[in-house]
């Protein structure tokens, strides 16, 4: 396994790890079990097969939904939002 990302939130990590998993990585959270128990000091490593390692990556930094500002859960206007 090849440690990806090293997070210290845990809100972060959740999302990544969910949309790595969406899209096919066999991902995983290591050290999520120790961020309860001293938050200040934790961080959790994302982590997916070696194998997938430069795949995850890739798409880490391209995917559209990861990037900043995007916002995927807004709804496309349509012809009768749009103003004239």
Same mark, same amino acid.
């Given at each position: 396994m090849t440690t990806?990302?090293? #997070?210290?939130?845990q809100g972060e990590a959740a999302f990544l790890?969910?949309?790595l998993q969406g899209h096919g990585f066999d991902a995983v959270l290591l050290d999520e079990g120790s961020f309860h128990y001293?938050?200040?000091m934790s961080?959790?490593?994302?982590?997916? *097969?070696?194998d997938q390692a430069s795949s995850a990556l890739t798409f880490l930094t391209?995917? *559209?939904? #990861?990037? *900043?500002g995007s916002d995927s859960t807004d709804p496309e206007p349509n012809d009768n939002t749009r103003n004239a």
């Amino acid at each position: 396994m090849t440690t990806i990302r090293t #997070l210290s939130n845990q809100g972060e990590a959740a999302f990544l790890l969910s949309v790595l998993q969406g899209h096919g990585f066999d991902a995983v959270l290591l050290d999520e079990g120790s961020f309860h128990y001293n938050a200040i000091m934790s961080s959790m490593r994302l982590q997916v *097969p070696d194998d997938q390692a430069s795949s995850a990556l890739t798409f880490l930094t391209t995917a *559209p939904e #990861l990037q *900043p500002g995007s916002d995927s859960t807004d709804p496309e206007p349509n012809d009768n939002t749009r103003n004239a």
